[in-house]
């Protein structure tokens, strides 16, 4: 992200400040709690440490940062897919803010998804947007990103799942 200029930061600083609350968990004295998905949501809820309505008590608990981490995957999955079946004259721009648009920004106010369409028209063309990934030639991140979005969804379905069985996935 930070390679893709520093109009791009706003949004790995946010993104890098929920992975540091996370690791911090993991790092503190419940880490253990925090080693799976499973049991993260049976402690926090279990303790009362999560704030289900509105923000006061516990404003960053895990179950509330990993949802953004989790909502911001559903974009990432949505953007890769159309990057893998892009054409080369296909605009970088046009498919970040199609995915936006059909996830992150559903949860975003006027001024985020502002500054993010903003922020999209700064993207690089599809091939020079390929290098930046430092894969390999364009078949060969088409392949790999073949091989990756598998993985993605496995692990952004079982979040979904687990969060909807609990009813977590509206976390102020
Ligand atoms: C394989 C190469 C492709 C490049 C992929 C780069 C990988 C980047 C991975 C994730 C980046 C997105 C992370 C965005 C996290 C957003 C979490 C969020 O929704 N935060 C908002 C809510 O937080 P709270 O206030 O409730 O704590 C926060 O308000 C928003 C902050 C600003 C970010 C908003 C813009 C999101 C645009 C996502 C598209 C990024 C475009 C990158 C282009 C490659």
Redesign the pocket.
Known sequence: ?NS?GSI?S???K??VS?IQIMENYLKGESGERYRSLQSMIEYELSGNLVDLTQRSGHPDSGCRTLL??H??LR??QL??EKLRISSEDSKTSTL?SEA?NDS?AN??PWI?RK??SV??LA?PVRNKFFEV?NVGTPEEVVDMLGEALPYVSKVYDFTEEQYSQHNLLNLP
């Open positions: 992200m893709l791009f706003f949004v790995s946010d993104a929920k953004r981490l909502r911001a974009w990432l953007f890769l970040c936006y992150l949860y975003h985020i500054t993010a922020a999209f993207l990934m």
